[in-house]
């Protein structure tokens, strides 16, 4: 099969937390990142519709890894474990 990703992907697992106006605030952890984005599990469904555009924060244990939140779009969705992708600034 060839391997069309740009970015090598890190397995990893980061609380994150997503937010949408629709839908308040999701939970869930990543399985993976990279420079173009993540790979999360979520914790609870519904999950927003493929193109939503999100407001992500990233934690430690102990603290946030980004204070601002980065925005990031739904590119694909598994029952409860999506895709994102990093939006350009």
């Known amino acids: 099969m060839l391997e069309r990703r740009k970015y090598e992907r890190t397995p990893t697992s980061i609380r994150v937390e997503i937010t949408h106006p629709a839908f308040g605030t999701l ?3 990543t399985r993976d990142i990279s420079d173009g984005g993540a790979q999360v599990g979520l914790e609870s469904t519904p999950v927003p519709p493929v193109g939503t555009v999100v ?3 990233f934690h430690k244990i102990v603290g946030p890894i980004n204070l601002e939140p980065v925005e990031m779009k739904i590119v694909h969705c598994n029952r409860n ?7 350009p600034r």
């Open 27 to 29: 939970v869930g952890f």
């Open 55 to 57: 407001s992500v924060k």
């Open 81 to 87: 474990v999506i895709g994102l992708m990093f939006m």
